[in-house]
Structure formats: C-alpha cells, structure tokens
C-alpha cells in the first residue's frame, strides 16, 4: 500500500489531513495505491483517471485548493475486476467521496503551518472513513441510516471487544435493516439502552442469535439461528452449535444475504467484522481496518488457471480455520506427482486405492474412513486443523490431509514455515494459517501477503 502527494503546479499545499484520509485509505484497501491531486480554486482540475480497478472523487482542499483523491488497485489486481470480486469494488467505488467528505470535516485543521496529526486522530479519521463508506455502500440504499448510527455500533463494539462478562470473551452480532416495517410497541435505541444492560452481548452473540436493529436505531427483535424462518423465508435449518458457522459469523453473514443492510459481528479475538449481502466487507483489527481479501480468491484463481470454485474453497476453509485459531497449512498442486518427493504416501488420501490393502499402514486405511468426495469448505477446515498439511489438486480433489512434508531445519523459522515453504516450491499456491490468525501467502518458496496480520 501507497500514497503520494501531487499538484498541477510547481508547489503542493500543507494538507496533514489529507495525508491522513490517504493512509487510512491506503491501509483499508490493501494492494492499492492513493494520490491526492491538488489544484489552485481558481484553474481548471484535470480529468480524473479512468479504468479497471480506479475510483476518484474531487473536492475542496486546504484553503485556496481543489483536490482529487484516486485510489488505484495493484497492477495484479486491476485485471481481475469482475464480478467475482464485486464487494471489493463497492469498496473501492465509494472509498474516494468517504476520504473527501471526512477531509471536509477536519477543515479546520488543514493551515498552513499546522503540524502533523498524531496517533489519537489518525485512528478517528481511519475509524471515520469506514463509516462514511457503510453510508454510502449500496446495502445501505433505501431510508438512509444515520451516519450516526454506524458509529455507535462500532464505538459500542469497540468497548465491548475489551470487556469480560461472566469469565467469557464476549462476542456479539447486529445487523442494521429495516424488515420490519411496522411501529414498534417499545422503543429501545441501539446501543444506548443496551449499554448498562450487562447480558445483553451474550443474548445476541452472533453466533446462535443477533439483534435486528432499524435504520433509525431501534433495537426490534432477535434472530436465532435455528428460527431464520420467523423473518427469513424459506431458511433452512442453520446448525448453530457447529463451530464452521457460529464462529466466524455465519449468522450475521445469512442474515445480510436474505434480508439486505450491514451485519457487524464482534468475534471473541477482538476482531470486528463488517458483512454486506452475505459476504464479509471490512474488518477491524487492533485499531485498524482492511476490507476483507476479496480478491486473494481472483488471485488464486488466476494462479492455478481459471478454477474458480477451488481457489473459493481454499479460501473459505482459511478463514474459518483462522476464525477458530487453529493453524494449518492448505495448499493447491498442479500435477499430483509433484507430490513424490515431498510427501509420504501413506498420507496421500488420493493414493489409498492403488496400494495392496494387506501392506497397508494403518494411516492409510484411515482414509476409507473419510468422507471428502465431493469436498466442502467444512471437511477441508476440520482436515486442515490437523497437524501437517493439506494438498488440493486443481480441480478440488484432496490429495493428502495430515501430510508431514519433508523440508529442511530451519533455525530462523517454526516447523509450519519451513514446511510451507518448501511446499510452496512445488505447490501453485500455499495458504499458511497461523495459531494467531493471520493467513500467509506463499508462492515459489517466497512470502507474498500476509493477511489478517
């Protein structure tokens, strides 16, 4: 991520605000890059960029300045601006106007010789842009929810992601619709009149039940996992004690799928998650917001040639083993014999038909057991937490789960690097899911990202 600072004459204008919406915006879009424009109020401001993957907006700078905000995806990225990864490009359509309209706010601070923002302001603005762009995101079309809203929710799940009630790490899910359309008996503002109310987090943990509140703020009614019927027609049954769905916030997730708004959903590391239309669009992690690797998925599509439905399925087993704290490492090959040197086959699941049954060690006949034809997200996740790693074939057949490969110590790095290393090496792609929750890309033996880090 990148900013830089531009003008269509000789001098550029102090504008420590603008620096700090453009590195805000810079560290929520992730592979991009953000230039500030600026231009004399009285001359003619330049066309702004066009193309895949580019957003602009323009708008009043410091005083006596015009100035234009472009935000840019990574050259990798830009080509797979798709439909695959439509809520990423939400994002960025809305990112530019969000920047400009909370530079706007800050004028004041934008003299000549004001000095740099400190720590204290910069988490503001980085908090304030986010809300600008839940404003002006399209799952927030129709009566427009107050701006104000999406900061209390946050400020309020901010607080809560550093209390304890009861020994529990609290979790807690709202989404913001407006369902229910009729006047309510009882009126209860979200979060005010929930604040001294200590049991009203573990009521609506997001994982078995969350609040519905409306666009006006008022609290309605709780929707359990295991009821979505009551406002969600022809719902299916959701396993709410199932850790792949409750823990990473599933529930908030359907709820924006069937009933449209902005679902929020603390988890109990701390991270604050953001979903729109079913997907997860921002998250919130120690003080900073990334929009949630949309485009890691294009990316690995685009890496193992064109298949789609496996690079979604690596993915989503990632991130619910990230959601559950376990590590792992998942990996997708291009020819299952590259296998051969690295990987014994005993722990090859693809192999367990080809060996003489009576030779057989006992690992091996533990694969008649397992059930992963056709694979899910699920299995690959429940696989994939076991200790070794887990290999997919491009066309999303399991290969081996549980596997140890064969690397060589290292002094400088763990067991699960090293391993994920040399597996990169001969692997299209190796997803390298620590204790912590951050997800390590890696390709050719080399670290390419690191998300959630």
């Known amino acids: 991520m990148s900013w830089v600072l531009t003008s269509t004459v000789e001098c550029v204008p102090s504008d420590p605000v603008g620096e700090a919406v453009a590195a805000a915006i810079a560290g929520i879009l992730g592979n991009s890059s953000v230039e500030l424009r600026y231009a004399p109020e009285d001359s003619p401001f330049p066309p702004a960029p066009d193309g895949p993957g580019i957003a602009s907006a323009v708008g009043d700078g410091p005083p006596g300045w015009k100035v234009g905000l472009t935000v840019r995806l990574a050259e990798r990225i830009a080509p797979l601006a798709t439909p695959a990864i439509a809520p990423l490009l939400e994002i960025l359509g809305v990112l530019p106007d969000a920047g400009l309209r909370v530079a706007a706010r800050f004028a004041s601070l934008a003299r000549p010789d004001a000095a740099p923002l400190g720590p204290a302001l910069h988490r503001v603005i980085r908090d304030l842009v986010v809300i600008e762009v839940l404003g002006l995101h399209q799952a927030s079309a129709g009566p427009p929810a107050r701006s104000a809203l999406f900061a209390e929710t946050i400020e309020f799940l901010i607080e809560l992601s550093g209390t304890r009630v009861e020994s529990h790490d609290l979790t807690h899910g709202v989404i913001i619709t407006d369902v229910l359309r009729d006047t309510p008996r009882l009126e209860l503002n979200y ?95 120690a003080e900073h917001w990334t929009t949630f690797p949309l485009a890691l998925a294009a990316a690995i599509t685009n890496a193992i040639g064109g298949n789609a439905a496996t690079a979604d399925l690596l993915v989503q087993a990632a991130f619910i083993i990230s959601a559950q704290r376990h590590g792992a ?125």
């Open 191 to 285: 979060p005010g009149d929930l604040r001294t109310v200590k049991r009203a987090p573990l009521l609506f943990d997001g994982q078995r039940s969350l609040l519905v509140v409306d666009r006006q703020g008022r609290a309605r009614t709780e929707l359990q996992s295991h009821r979505l019927h009551r406002l969600i027609p022809d719902a299916g049954r959701a396993d709410a004690y199932s850790p792949e769905f409750s823990h990473t916030g599933s529930l908030v997730a359907e709820a924006t799928r069937r009933l449209g708004g902005i679902g929020f959903f603390l988890r109990a590391d701390r991270t604050i998650w953001v979903f729109a239309d079913g997907d997860p669009i921002l998250i919130r992690h």
């Open 329 to 453: 490492i998942l990996a997708i090959v291009d020819d299952p014999e590259d296998l051969d040197a690295i990987v014994s086959p005993k722990d090859r699941y693809d192999l367990r038909n080809s060996l003489d049954p009576m030779a057989m060690q006992p690992e091996t006949r533990l694969h008649h057991l397992i059930d992963a034809e056709p694979l899910d997200a699920q299995t690959l996740a429940r696989l994939a937490a076991l200790d070794g790693a887990t290999i997919l074939s491009r066309d999303g057949r399991l290969l081996a789960y549980g596997a140890i490969v064969a690397s060589s110590d290292s002094q400088h790095e763990g067991a699960r690097t090293a391993a994920a290393t040399t597996l990169s090496q001969s692997a299209e792609i190796v997803l390298k899911v620590s204790a912590d929750g951050d997800i390590t890309v890696l390709r050719a033996g080399e670290v390419i990202t690191t998300l959630l880090g």
